[in-house]
């Protein structure tokens, strides 16, 4: 019996099964939030290196300049806005911005956060709630509900949401924005179902301690770095730009088959099964 599928299986390609070269990105149109540094940056990186078109945004200008001439530098082809996420109008203006550069969208990494807050959970106020959730998660499904319609005029599409580790295992003094990275895994696999009858594909990305200035506090603390380093298999923090593959493989058609998934990148961290 085995040898008959294993026969099968040489003579006949597996359905669905594609070349390196079918995976390109390019033509695609990807929009970045928070983009111009960190894990934004190496995902715009990662997928204009690819052949995607990328809008890169963060909320002040020289940042965005920056940003940009550091990738034309490496032929990839951006442009880029400032955006504060939490505002309507800003993010309506990144959206139209792609339009009238690129005519379409295809690709939404949500990446943007903030945390106002260190310290005892009890101790956080409401607007620190308020803003935490506002900018995390509120904000993430409104960029996706601007971007689904102009996705599904395209045929389909990619949305990627940046959670993190402490989605799954809260980390010390950081409880609120851990638990907005918790909602962000719950985001995920709502909007899979409803979303995938457009052929548009909802994705999350937790990443463990990585290299970043969102999160110096953390490694540049030599004894909290020696307490996570316990935890890992591989015993170093993650760079930025092993977050970007990740991303860049989600928005690819060698994921063609994943939605609703979210993909630790932890170095080995136990924080799922």
């Known amino acids: 019996m085995f040898r008959t599928v294993f026969r099968c299986l040489r003579t006949q390609p597996v359905a ?18 928070a983009s111009t540094d960190g894990i934004g940056l190496a995902a715009a990186q990662a997928l204009g290196k690819r052949g995607a078109h990328v809008v890169v945004s963060s909320r002040r200008q020289a940042n965005v300049d920056r940003a940009v001439s550091l990738l034309q530098s490496q032929s990839i082809q951006v442009i880029g806005t400032t955006c504060n996420v939490g ?11 792609t339009l009238d550069k ?35 998660v509120k904000c ?5 509900k601007l971007v689904v319609p102009h996705m599904e005029k395209r045929g389909g599409g990619n949305v990627i949401f940046v959670s993190s580790v402490g989605g799954y295992q809260p980390m010390p003094a950081l409880g609120p924005y851990s638990v907005s990275k918790t909602a962000l895994l719950g985001l995920t696999r709502a909007l899979a179902p409803e979303l995938a009858q457009s052929n548009i594909r909802v994705n999350c990305v937790a990443p463990g301690i990585i290299k970043t200035r969102f ?3 953390l490694w540049q603390n030599e004894d909290i770095m020696d307490e996570f380093k316990k935890q890992l298999c591989i015993k ?11 991303i860049a493989f989600l928005c690819s058609d060698e994921a063609s088959y994943i939605t609703g998934e979210t993909i630790t990148a932890t170095g080995g961290m136990s924080c799922r099964l």
């Open 102 to 136: 690129y005519g379409g969208i295809d690709i939404l990494v949500s990446n943007a956060a903030v945390n106002p807050f260190f310290g005892n959970m009890l101790d956080s106020t409401e607007e620190v709630w308020d803003k935490i959730l506002a900018v995390n």
């Open 87 to 97: 505002k309507g109008e800003d993010r309506e203006k990144l959206v139209q911005m």
């Open 215 to 217: 999160s110096e506090a």
């Open 16 to 33: 669905g099964q594609r070349s390196m070269s079918q995976s390109s990105l390019t033509g695609k149109v990807a929009i970045v939030t």
């Open 236 to 246: 170093r923090i993650g760079q930025p730009e092993e977050i970007g593959g990740v």
């Open 140 to 144: 993430s499904f409104l960029l996706t």
